[in-house]
């Protein structure tokens, strides 16, 4: 299975786009980047989904490098409800969704 | 669709007890996984069905674990006996799979928050 690395935290200011950077050099040709986040105490939340094309829905973008090697969730404007802990997962083999350790966002006033 | 569902919210027991936490994943799902959160491990895998079968449970902890999936709209995790470092949040997770398909997001439940005493 490709591992993920993401920052442990990052600030942002209110208003701001935020950016989580993801590094997963060693996923395969057939990997997906997902992307959920969780609110304290909540269940996580999915948030968008790629294979190789830039993906944007409702809640963010995902940018994914030509080399499939990295991606980054860009947040538009972020909110203070925003802040959260931000998983970036690549889908294994199979049917498993396996979760690193994210990178916990502030968003500041 | 009122989500995936988990009972109880909040459970406190002692050491030694008979723990059943239950999921009702959400209706038409075909797949669904069962995991544990603390702080020192993170999220963890602890084990999925696909179409009521028990696919990989490579994560279970040890034998006090067992789930089980009789139907397509519901399943247990069941630990005994309980110890406390058992305690964590148990999250159920449900989602639509085809073999070769195109992969659809997992939907959470709110989870179990478990403390052996």
């Known amino acids: 299975d490709a591992k993920t690395t993401q920052p442990p935290s990052m600030d942002c200011a209110e208003g701001r786009a935020a950016n989580l950077p993801c590094n997963h050099s060693t996923i395969s040709g057939n990997e997906y980047v997902y992307w959920y986040r969780q609110i304290h105490s909540q269940g996580p939340q999915y948030i968008i989904h790629g294979l190789k094309n830039n993906e944007t829905n409702e809640m963010a973008s995902l940018i994914i490098t030509e080399d499939r090697k990295s991606s980054t969730l860009i947040l538009p404007h972020a909110t203070l409800r925003d802040t959260a802990v931000y998983y970036c997962i690549v889908r294994a083999t199979g049917n498993q969704f396996y979760f690193g350790t994210g990178t916990s966002l502030t968003v500041i006033p | 669709d009122a989500g995936v569902i988990q009972s109880p919210r909040h459970e406190v027991t002692e050491m030694g007890q008979e723990v059943t936490l239950r999921c009702k994943p959400i209706?038409?799902?075909?797949?669904l996984f069962w995991y544990r959160q603390t702080m020192m491990r993170g999220l963890e895998l602890l084990i999925y069905f696909n179409n009521n079968v028990p696919i990989d449970d490579s994560g279970m902890p040890e034998d006090r674990f067992s789930a089980k999936m009789p139907n397509a709209s519901f399943s247990t995790l069941k630990i005994q006996p309980s110890e406390p470092r058992d305690s964590a949040v148990y999250f159920c997770?449900?989602?639509?799979?085809?073999?070769?398909?195109?992969?659809?997001?997992?939907?959470f439940g709110q989870g179990t928050r478990l403390t052996v005493v």
């Open positions: 209706s038409g799902h075909n797949s």
């Open positions: 997770a449900s989602r639509v799979y085809t073999m070769g398909g195109s992969p659809g997001e997992a939907f």
